[in-house]
């Protein structure tokens, strides 16, 4: 089970990753939350059972801030986190930057060690949520110290293409 949380993309990249999972034949199933976040605990376990019925092996979850904060994954443990981001549209629930910041650790802190978190190293709010967790960290983004660096090689009406670098090679993304 993997969360993606932060303040925009989180369904995209549920999507995304998804999709990459079952291409590469490890069936897979999303939850997004819908437009008041995810339901109450034991309806998502009825959503999560029901992928499992289905022969999904893998849930991405997007995982808000609010959600978390909410308890709405409570009884829930998650192999995987992504972090990609905040802005400062979302502060107002949670009192401050500080607040929302420490419910998006939420997620970071419930990792164990075997486990793996992804920071977009771009983001300043990486440092102080990769502190908080115990997994195994790896960071993405065009910064040039991340561990999976993307360069932008075209972008226009024709699409994107991307240059992106890893520890195990380099492969170009359209």
């Known amino acids: 089970t993997c969360g993606v949380t932060g303040s925009f993309g989180k369904s995209t990249v549920a ?11 490890h ?31 893998t849930c991405v979850l997007a995982a808000s801030a609010r959600d978390l904060v909410l308890g709405r994954f409570e009884g829930m443990s998650f192999d995987s986190g992504v972090f990609l981001g905040v802005c400062d549209r979302d502060v107002g629930f949670y009192g401050g930057a500080a607040e ?9 802190r419930g ?7 992804a920071f977009n190293r ?13 997994a195994q960290v790896i960071t993405f983004g065009t910064d040039s110290r991340a561990d999976v660096r993307a360069r932008v090689c075209r972008m226009d009406l024709g699409g994107t293409v991307l240059e ?3 520890p195990v090679g380099s492969l170009a993304l359209e």
């Open 122 to 134: 771009d983001d300043p709010a990486w440092e102080p949520l990769a502190a908080e967790t115990q």
């Open 111 to 117: 990792l164990g060690p075997k486990a793996v978190a």
């Open 164 to 166: 992106v670098r890893t």
């Open 27 to 57: 069936p897979a199933g999303v939850v997004e939350a819908a437009r008041r976040g995810h339901p109450a605990p034991h309806r998502l376990q009825e959503r999560l059972s029901s992928l499992r019925d289905s022969g999904a092996k």
């Open 15 to 25: 999507q995304l990753a998804v999709a990459g999972l079952e291409s590469a034949g």
């Open 100 to 108: 929302y910041l420490d419910a998006k650790a939420e997620l970071f």
